[in-house]
């Protein structure tokens, strides 16, 4: 079974610039999530979507972040404008509906300078 | 508000001997409770789950126990091994309607074993 794929693994950006992340998840796993994790915290849940709909995105700074999952499929996280604290490792996660057991992505490393 | 709490942030063992990384949490509505391994570079990966209505649970090496008058959990491992050096994660569940679960990751504890 092949896992959760994501892209880019690392990105530079200056401050006020854009970035985008990429997700794939596991065939067939209706539930996927988007993670924060910075430097010494725990992962932070940003946004979770059953299919294409979103279940919750209470912690997602919406001023700045978006995300979407065209399809039910793939997903992208979306950050404009950037701020010195986004800096962050980004792991989208996936699991089947009920299954407490996520499987994450190897995450994207996010440095804004 | 940190519900999940992993106060040690690192711990050393010797190989063959037992390591214990301990957990609270303060949410009494949380029902089930995880550990994730987490490698350097890599996604965390899912370890050991317990559910509330449980006082423990066994998988190999790796021993779960919660203690829900104490709001307590904690992991075993024995023996420990190289390879089990990670940061590791507890993290605790609970519903919020509609099926879905909220998972919330304590902030992780740092297992070195040294051989």
């Known amino acids: 079974e092949a896992g959760v794929a994501q892209s880019p693994r690392y990105k530079i950006i200056e401050k006020r610039q854009s970035v985008a992340f990429w997700c794939n998840p596991i065939?067939?796993?209706?539930?996927l999530y988007w993670y924060q994790q910075i430097l010494g915290q725990g992962p932070k849940l940003l946004i979770q979507f059953q299919n294409n709909g979103v279940v919750d995105d209470s912690q997602l700074p919406k001023d700045r972040f978006s995300a979407e999952r065209l399809k039910g499929v793939d997903s992208t996280l979306k950050i404009q404008p950037a701020k010195l604290e986004d800096s962050a490792v980004y792991l989208c996660a996936s699991s089947p509906r009920g299954n407490y057991g996520y499987t994450f992505g190897s995450g994207t490393r996010l440095t804004v300078v | 508000d940190q519900q999940v709490k992993q106060n040690s942030p690192s711990l050393s063992v010797q190989e063959g001997r037992i390591s214990i990384l301990n957990c609270d949490y303060t949410n009494s509505m949380f029902d089930y409770f995880l550990w994730y391994k987490k490698y350097p570079a890599e996604g965390p990966t899912f370890l050991i789950s317990?559910?509330?209505?449980?006082d423990k649970n066994e998988d190999g090496r790796f021993t779960v126990f919660l203690n829900k008058s104490a709001k307590h959990l904690s992991l075993h491992i024995v023996p420990s091994q190289p390879g089990d050096s990670a940061v590791y994660f507890c993290?605790?569940?609970?519903?919020?309607?509609?099926?879905?679960?909220?998972?919330?990751f304590g902030t992780g504890t740092k297992l070195q074993v040294i051989p």
């Open positions: 993290a605790a569940s609970a519903g919020r309607g509609g099926g879905y679960q909220k998972v919330t």
């Open positions: 317990i559910s509330s209505i449980k």
């Open positions: 065939s067939g796993h209706a539930t």
